[in-house]
């Protein structure tokens, strides 16, 4: 156990609907990033966020958002979504900015587009 | 743009033997950290092994190590004395220095054979 948790572990719904996802960062973690695991894309991070503030951004689609809320978990914003947004979306925290410290993922939450 | 490719998408080995899953990746940076995660069917990504790329001593955690050739852009994970619970999705990953975001390779899917 990673410390890191997601809810849900598993969302299923349909093309054009708006789903959350939640991300609750290790105890004390500054810093959360989002992946997408997909089965053409591979694992691909989404974007970063550091003490509320975005920190960096990857190769999340402009129907994506996320946010950091003051108590520091994190959303992950999906909508209007498609068949291929079906995916593994992973969430990971670390106690700082910077590359050199180690991400801890969370068990991910499975999405299924109908 | 950095890259990592792993060129072996699934292997086997029998219990017990060592098996080499092979890794190379593409960047123009001097400074980097390379990584090992194992992705058990549980889904959880867990990392195995790290290697800083200014460290020439490779690293090795129990029975994993890794054959790091910075000259040749290539990173090997060795895994002796293969258990039925090594089984799972390997992936090399890279980090830059200079930002916080992980460039996973697609994967090799290792099977153990009892």
């Known amino acids: 156990d990673s410390g890191v948790t997601q809810t849900p572990k598993h969302l299923i719904t349909a093309t054009g609907q708006r789903v959350t996802l939640r991300c609750s960062p290790r105890s004390g973690d500054l810093s959360v990033y989002w992946y997408q695991q997909s089965l053409d894309q591979g694992l691909q991070f989404l974007i970063q966020?550091?003490?509320?503030?975005?920190?960096a951004k990857g190769n999340i689609l402009e129907r994506f958002s996320a946010q950091q809320f003051p108590d520091l978990h994190s959303e992950l914003n999906l909508s209007s979504l498609e068949l291929g947004d079906s995916a593994l979306y992973f969430c990971?925290?670390?106690?700082?900015?910077?590359?050199?410290?180690?991400?801890?993922f969370g068990p991910g939450t499975r999405l299924t587009v109908l | 743009a950095q890259t990592v490719t792993q060129s072996q998408p699934e292997m086997s080995v029998q219990e017990a033997e060592t098996v080499t899953l092979s890794c190379t990746y593409d960047?123009?940076?001097?400074?980097?950290?390379l990584f090992w995660y194992k992705q058990p069917p549980s889904r959880q990504m867990i990392l195995v092994i790290r290697?800083?790329?200014?460290?020439?001593q490779n690293a090795t955690e129990n029975r994993f190590s890794v054959n790091f050739q910075k000259a040749a852009k290539s990173f090997s994970l060795k895994i002796s004395d293969s258990q039925l619970g090594d089984a799972a999705m390997y992936f090399c990953?890279?980090?830059?220095?200079?930002?916080?975001?992980?460039?996973f390779g697609k994967g090799t899917r290792l099977h153990i054979l009892p």
């Open positions: 290697q800083e790329a200014y460290k020439q």
């Open positions: 966020y550091y003490n509320g503030e975005e920190r």
């Open positions: 960047t123009s940076e001097s400074d980097y950290y």
């Open positions: 990953a890279y980090r830059s220095f200079r930002d916080d975001k992980i460039i």
């Open positions: 990971a925290s670390s106690v700082d900015a910077g590359s050199h410290n180690e991400q801890f």
